[in-house]
T-cell receptor, first 114, second 116 residues
Framework: AQTVTQSQPEMSVQEAETVTLSCTYDTSESDYYLFWYKQPPSRQMILVIRQEAYKQQNATENRFSVNFQKAAKSFSLKISDSQLGDAAMYFCAYRSASNYQLIWGAGTKLIIKP | SAVISQKPSRDICQRGTSLTIQCQVDSQVTMMFWYRQQPGQSLTLIATANQGSEATYESGFVIDKFPISRPNLTFSTLTVSNMSPEDSSIYLC?????????????FGPGTRLTVT
């Protein structure tokens, strides 16, 4: 069975600095998708970035980028120029190509220091 | 993406009663899901809402406790029956399959339920 591990329960970063959130996963499949979701205190779950496993190029969305290491089964999220609005819980999630269900990590609480 | 709404956004209910949560999407979607999220925890999938047939429940969740309807491709309801304080949680609906090549899930704003 697939599993997703986020080993950092909480991270803090100074405003305008860069922070990296870690995520590792375990799977025997070769075709899958990975996601980072953000959940601010408003509880709305927001899709931040996605990565297809067959793509070697790391996904980028404005200040958010990932470091996808398929062999190492690692999928970290880098947030550049951190802003106060980035404060939230961040969840890493895995989806098999053959199944819509998401496998979730435990989440990392990101604190932004002004 | 899609615009997803949930009603109610929050409610406080007495134990032994039932609450029905509605999820509405602004476009037809293939898949709809219901999740529960305990405070400070990750998401737990309750069931997949299937259009025109019975929902598919995950281990630990049963139809008698969490009946689900999905009458069409844009709407679903989740009922939390015979509530107890342990049912206090955030309930989220999500959708997938906005078009054949889409693989992401998008979420509604959630319903915060408190059972007293």
């Amino acid at each position: 069975a697939q599993t997703v591990t986020q080993s950092q329960p909480e991270m803090s970063v100074q405003e305008a600095e860069t922070v990296t959130l870690s995520c590792t996963y375990d799977t025997s499949e070769s075709d899958y998708y990975l996601f980072w979701y953000k959940q601010p205190p408003s509880r709305q779950m927001i899709l931040v970035i996605r990565q297809e496993a067959y793509k070697q190029q790391n996904a980028t969305e404005n200040r958010f980028s990932v470091n996808f290491q398929k062999a190492a089964k690692s999928f970290s999220l880098k947030i550049s120029d951190s802003q106060l609005g980035d404060a939230a819980m961040y969840f890493c999630a895995y989806r098999s190509a053959s199944n819509y269900q998401l496998i979730w990590g435990a989440g990392t609480k990101l604190i932004i220091k002004p | 993406s899609a615009v997803i709404s949930q009603k109610p956004s929050r409610d406080i209910c007495q134990r032994g009663t039932s609450l029905t949560i509605q999820c509405q999407v602004d476009s037809q979607v293939t898949m709809m899901f219901w999740y529960r999220q305990q405070p400070g925890q990750s998401l737990t999938l309750i069931a997949t809402a299937n259009q025109g047939s019975e929902a598919t429940y995950e281990s630990g969740f049963v139809i008698d406790k969490f009946p689900i309807s999905r009458p069409n491709l844009t709407f679903s309801t989740l009922t939390v029956s015979n509530m107890s304080p342990e049912d206090s949680s955030i309930y989220l609906c999500s959708v997938a399959g906005l078009h054949p090549l889409a693989y992401e899930q998008y979420f509604g704003p959630g319903t915060r339920l408190t059972v007293t």
